[in-house]
């Protein structure tokens, strides 16, 4: 490269990282809330349910439960994307998802290289799983994996799983006033299937007896710049500029639990808005019942992108599941996790003082 392609380069990748910041400009910062992360629960939907497994067990001494729906075993794919196709979606003849022992071997070796928490925190945590009788994206084999491995560390009262036998792939919702029909499989993956209420459904299991949801929402839904947890550009980790959190009125004053709910692949705000933020379903459980509902975005990649100079392949905008931003995406040092991480302290940074009157 001679040196004036190199002052190109250098001014393009400033010209870049200024578009950035104009774009994530538009999204003021997220609010210290004084939030406790004593229950913090997670969930999520297709790479939404592997982040969240992945989640739960890298931070396992602080997740106390995962909703998983649609999504298979810690580090099924093995950051092959090859397997993550096959063997931790359509499992065939010599492509079968992992076995639980198999499982429990890779926590145990990551948590070896302290990489992830010990498994042993997994073992007081309760978990709630969801399979569609009509999904064809990510089989029952695949989910029967997971199941395995929870059954492998926790004792069965622990465990909750439910199938609707007429379900696609998607998160099943009362909340969303436009879903689509119980058996689709196509964007925004927002299905009603009778009154099946799946976050209602989960957050119950994961957190004990629920108060009723509310009839309408009163807290509100904050946009947040991501920027500041990345370490990075967001767009390095194919994450959004702009994430949303829910904070119920009464959260404003402190010490309300903390729930993640991860979207799932073609189910940020760049493919279909607000949709999941505001129809999944926990944000009118989350109003009566003290519960902050943070959703941290991920944006669609093809290779190169504005704003970044990395390489990354993640045209659906899914969570990454199989290593397409970094090697270590399934531990604590994975970039998206740490990002994940960086918020929730954020959301539990003690509230300023009230000011003098």
Same mark, same amino acid.
């Given at each position: 490269?001679?040196?004036?392609?190199?002052?190109?380069?250098? =001014?393009? &990748?400033?010209?870049? =990282?200024?578009?950035?910041?104009?774009?994530? *400009?538009?999204?003021?910062? +997220?609010?210290?809330?004084?939030?406790?992360?004593?229950?913090?629960?997670?969930?999520?939907?297709?790479?939404?349910?592997?982040?969240?497994?992945?989640?739960?067990?890298?931070?396992?001494?602080?997740?106390?439960?995962?909703?998983?729906?649609?999504?298979?075993?810690?580090?099924?794919?093995?950051?092959?994307?090859?397997?993550?196709? @096959? @063997?931790? +979606?359509?499992?065939?003849?010599?492509?079968?998802?992992?076995?639980?022992?198999?499982?429990?071997?890779?926590?145990?070796?990551?948590?070896?290289?302290?990489?992830?928490?010990?498994?042993?925190?997994?073992?007081?945590?309760?978990?709630?799983?969801?399979?569609?009788?009509?999904?064809?994206?990510?089989?029952?084999?695949?989910?029967? &994996?997971?199941?395995?491995?929870?059954?492998?560390?926790?004792?069965?009262?622990?465990?909750?799983?439910?199938?609707?036998?007429?379900?696609?792939?998607? +998160?099943?919702?009362?909340? #969303?006033?436009?879903?689509?029909?119980?058996?689709?499989?196509?964007?925004?993956?927002?299905?009603? !299937?009778?009154?099946?209420?799946?976050?209602?459904?989960?957050?119950?299991?994961?957190?004990?007896?629920?108060?009723?949801?509310?009839? *309408?929402?009163?807290?509100?839904?904050?946009?947040?710049?991501?920027?500041?947890?990345?370490?990075?550009?967001?767009? #390095?980790?194919?994450?959004?500029?702009?994430?949303?959190?829910?904070?119920?009125?009464?959260?404003?004053?402190?010490? !309300?639990?903390?729930?993640?709910?991860?979207?799932? !692949?073609?189910?940020?705000?760049?493919?279909?808005?607000?949709?999941?933020?505001?129809?999944?379903?926990?944000?009118?459980?989350?109003?009566?019942?003290?519960?902050?509902?943070?959703?941290?975005?991920?944006?669609? /990649?093809?290779?190169?992108?504005?704003?970044?100079?990395?390489?990354?392949?993640?045209?659906?905008? !899914?969570?990454?599941?199989?290593?397409?931003?970094?090697?270590?995406?399934?531990? /604590? @040092?994975?970039?998206?996790?740490?990002?994940?991480?960086?918020?929730?302290?954020?959301?539990?940074?003690?509230?300023?003082?009230?000011?003098?009157?």
């Amino acid at each position: 490269m001679t040196r004036a392609t190199r002052s190109i380069a250098r =001014l393009l &990748a400033g010209l870049v =990282l200024l578009a950035g910041t104009a774009q994530a *400009a538009d999204a003021p910062p +997220m609010p210290a809330l004084g939030a406790s992360l004593a229950q913090l629960t997670v969930s999520g939907v297709s790479s939404g349910g592997y982040m969240a497994v992945q989640f739960q067990v890298a931070h396992s001494t602080l997740v106390t439960g995962a909703g998983i729906l649609a999504a298979g075993p810690y580090e099924c794919a093995a950051g092959s994307m090859w397997r993550a196709l @096959n @063997n931790c +979606m359509n499992p065939g003849a010599g492509t079968r998802a992992p076995s639980a022992e198999q499982t429990f071997t890779r926590v145990r070796e990551e948590a070896a290289a302290h990489s992830i928490d010990p498994p042993e925190g997994l073992r007081d945590d309760r978990v709630w799983v969801f399979s569609g009788g009509a999904d064809h994206t990510v089989e029952r084999p695949v989910v029967d &994996a997971l199941l395995a491995f929870y059954r492998r560390v926790l004792p069965g009262d622990a465990i909750r799983f439910v199938e609707v036998g007429e379900a696609g792939h998607a +998160m099943m919702s009362i909340a #969303d006033p436009q879903p689509n029909a119980c058996a689709t499989s196509e964007p925004p993956f927002i299905n009603r !299937c009778g009154d099946f209420d799946a976050a209602g459904e989960l957050l119950a299991h994961l957190l004990g007896p629920l108060a009723p949801r509310s009839a *309408a929402r009163t807290g509100e839904m904050l946009a947040f710049d991501q920027r500041p947890f990345t370490g990075r550009a967001p767009i #390095d980790l194919s994450l959004a500029d702009r994430g949303y959190v829910y904070v119920p009125g009464g959260c404003r004053s402190g010490g !309300c639990r903390v729930h993640v709910a991860f979207h799932g !692949c073609r189910q940020g705000e760049a493919q279909v808005g607000r949709r999941f933020v505001d129809g999944a379903g926990y944000n009118e459980w989350a109003d009566s019942n003290r519960l902050i509902v943070l959703y941290p975005q991920v944006r669609p /990649r093809s290779g190169f992108a504005w704003g970044s100079l990395r390489w990354v392949y993640n045209p659906k905008g !899914c969570w990454d599941w199989w290593g397409y931003a970094d090697p270590d995406y399934a531990t /604590r @040092n994975g970039g998206q996790i740490k990002a994940v991480r960086a918020m929730l302290e954020r959301l539990a940074t003690p509230l300023p003082p009230s000011p003098e009157r």
